[in-house]
Each structure stands twice: as structure tokens, then as C-alpha cells.
């Protein structure tokens, strides 16, 4: 095993590792010498010093020549202007590619100058020339463009921030409020999730890419009720279709991968939450019997195991204790109450995440 290169892994993967390991040792699955033989192979990822130093260093490089750039804009041609920001960006990925072998750390900073020096021509260039397009349309450029870089380097944080920009061009008011249904981004997520599973799959990319997948569903729910008089108020109805996404993601446990179930439990607690106060609904009492029925529900989840479900059910119980105290306590009594309420819910999850190995999420 000498010359054999150690897989390098997480400090908190490492640990989830021995504890298994320790489990199997005393099932007498594993003898204890192929256990240590086992965890021999794999070794902490430390932060790197270097990486860091280049990495910062190249964020600062590109801040310091954009802003000169920006602060002499008006005194620099147009055509100079442009040369400028194309040739900064060749010049960048060009230095890139020829140091990927030998100083791959360094080639890597050099690309995400280069992703940054892409934005910031966008910008710069939407300005120069008074293009008139929104904000958020900027940042689709700047997902579009640097996706194919992030496909070439199989990077997984080029391919993170360009989610990140589809997201932020996907909040564009035009969409939130029901203008249209940018129906083509389903091609994007799609491309997204893609391209991350065959990079190695990262988990905040999956993180974003559901968010994205939930944000479009939001316009098209804005679409479809924009000018019905009923749905003067339809946060019910976004509360409703999200509720629903939330628990078919979680009953897809095993089906996916366990970030978008995580993103599931997320979506129908928020959901619930909003669903929970009395103004959300058309019909003022529907909060109650819904809230006693979801109550139940969440009960059912823990049950079955699932520790983010006992979260959900103590930001439940201290929103009816808020709503219900500040009407009837003293302020001083209210924040008392609540802070043993807090500690008993941290005691509770603590409790079941020590008792539940093997049984709990």
C-alpha cells in the first residue's frame, strides 16, 4: 500500500467512515486489522494555502483592472474598449491552458479570472453600446458563456456559478409577476444537471439547480393566475403547489439523490409555514384545521426517521407560541418562555440525532 494514492475525503465524510467502520468491527462483519486497512486509504482534504493565495490573488488582479478600466471609461474609445475586454479574456484563458500542466493550481486561478473578466465585459459592454436590457439578462449571458468552459475543465464551481446566474436571471420581475414562461430554461436546468452528474456531482450545484427548477414552477404558477379577480391574493395556491412538490420529493427518498430531498423537506416546511397564518388563506379558519393536518403529517415523518422533520415541527410549535403569547404575555415572559422552548427543542434533536444512528436521516 505504500505507493498507493489516498483518496482524499472531507473531514466530516472521514468521520460518518470510522463510525461506520467502528459499527462493522463490533458486528464482527470486519476484523479490526482490515478495518484500519480500510481507513489507511483515504486522507483529509486540507484547505490549501496556495490555492487560496492564487485564488484570491486572481479575484484582486481582475477587481483592480476593471476598476481602472471603469474609472477611465470615459476618456477610452469604443473600439479600445472592446479590444480591452476581449483581449483581457483570451489573454487569461490562454495563460490558463499553457500552465495546466505544469502549474495546474495557477491554471485554475487564470480560468476563473477569466470567468470574472467574461461578467464584467457583459456589463461593461451593455453599458458602451446602451443595449437596454435588464439586469438579469446579463447574468444569463454570463451563465451561457461560461458553461461551455465549465464542460472543457469539468470545473464544479465554473458550473456552480453559472446555475447561480440562471437563478438570478430567472427572478426577473417580468417572470415573478406572470409576464411570460421562459419555457426554453428547462433546457438549461436540464444542461445543468447533466453536465454536473457526469463532473462529479456537487451538491451545491444540485442545491441550485432545484431552487431553479422550483423558481421556474413559480412563473409559471404567476402566469397562469395573472388577471384572474379570484386570485386577487393566491399566496394560498403558491403555498398549496409548493406543499405538494415538497412532499412527492420527500416520498422519492432512495428514487434521487438526497439533495433534493433535503431541497423537498425544505419546500413543504416553507410552504406549510406560509400556509400557516390566517391572512394566506381565502377563508379565514382554514389555517387551523390545515395546520392541525400538517402537524400530523410531520409527526408521521419522524416516525418514519427523519431528524429535518423534528426541526420543521419546533419553527411550527414556536410560530403558534409567538402568535399566541405576544396577545397575551408580558414581553419580558415571552422571550423567557421562548428561549427554554428553544433549549428544550436543541436537547430534543440532539438527543434523537445520538439515539437515531441508523434509524434517523
Known amino acids: 500500500m505504500g505507493g498507493l494514492v489516498k483518496r482524499r475525503i472531507k473531514q466530516n465524510e472521514l468521520s460518518i467512515l470510522k463510525r461506520e467502520l467502528r459499527f462493522l468491527e463490533k458486528s464482527e462483519v470486519l476484523p479490526i486489522e482490515k478495518t484500519k486497512e480500510i481507513e489507511a486509504l483515504y486522507d483529509v482534504e486540507k484547505l490549501s494555502f496556495t490555492k487560496t493565495l492564487l485564488y484570491v490573488g486572481s479575484i484582486l488582479i481582475g477587481a483592480g483592472v476593471l476598476s481602472f478600466v471603469a474609472s477611465n471609461w470615459g476618456e477610452i474609445g469604443k473600439t479600445i474598449k472592446f479590444l480591452f475586454i476581449i483581449g483581457l479574456f483570451i489573454a487569461c484563458n490562454f495563460a490558463g491552458y499553457k500552465m495546466e500542466i505544469h502549474y ?15 461578467g464584467a465585459g457583459i456589463f461593461l459592454v ?12 446579463s447574468f444569463l449571458w454570463w451563465s451561457l458563456g461560461i458553461f ?7 470545473d464544479k464551481w465554473i458550473l456552480f456559478a453559472s446555475s447561480v446566474f440562471a437563478l438570478v436571471y430567472l427572478l426577473d420581475e417580468h417572470y415573478l409577476q406572470g409576464g411570460s ?3 426554453w ?10 453536465l454536473n452528474g457526469k463532473i462529479g456531482f456537487s451538491k451545491k450545484t444540485g442545491f441550485v439547480t432545484a431552487v431553479l427548477s422550483l423558481a421556474f414552477i413559480g412563473t409559471m404558477i404567476s402566469f397562469f393566475i395573472n388577471g384572474y379577480e379570484y386570485f386577487q391574493d393566491p399566496s394560498y395556491m403558491y403555498g398549496l403547489i ?3 412538490i415538497g412532499v412527492v420529493l420527500v416520498f422519492l427518498k432512495g428514487k434521487m439523490r438526497d439533495i433534493y430531498v433535503i431541497v423537498g423537506y425544505l419546500t413543504h416546511g416553507a410552504a406549510a409555514l406560509i400556509l400557516s397564518f390566517e391572512g394566506t388563506w381565502p377563508l379565514d379558519w382554514l389555517y387551523i384545521p390545515f395546520s392541525l393536518l400538517y402537524i400530523l403529517f410531520v409527526l408521521y415523518l419522524i416516525n418514519r426517521g427523519s431528524l429535518l422533520s423534528i426541526i420543521i415541527l419546533c419553527v411550527m410549535i414556536f410560530r403558534f407560541y409567538l402568535d399566541i403569547s405576544f396577545a397575551f404575555l408580558p414581553k419580558s415572559f415571552v422571550f423567557i418562555i421562548g428561549g427554554f422552548l428553544l433549549l428544550g427543542f436543541g436537547f430534543y434533536f440532539e438527543k434523537q440525532r445520538k439515539k437515531g444512528v441508523g434509524i434517523h436521516e
Do not use: D
Request: net charge positive.
Open 148 to 154: 461551455p468552459l465549465a464542460w472543457v475543465l469539468r
Open 104 to 118: 495546474q493550481k495557477t491554471s485554475k486561478s487564470l480560468y476563473y479570472l477569466g470567468v470574472l473578466v467574461f
Open 242 to 244: 409548493y406543499l405538494i
Open 185 to 194: 430554461i428547462l433546457l438549461w436546468i436540464a444542461a445543468i444537471y447533466i
Open 181 to 183: 414562461i421562459p419555457y
Open 126 to 137: 451593455e453599458q458602451m453600446f446602451h443595449l437596454g436590457q435588464s439586469f438579469q439578462a
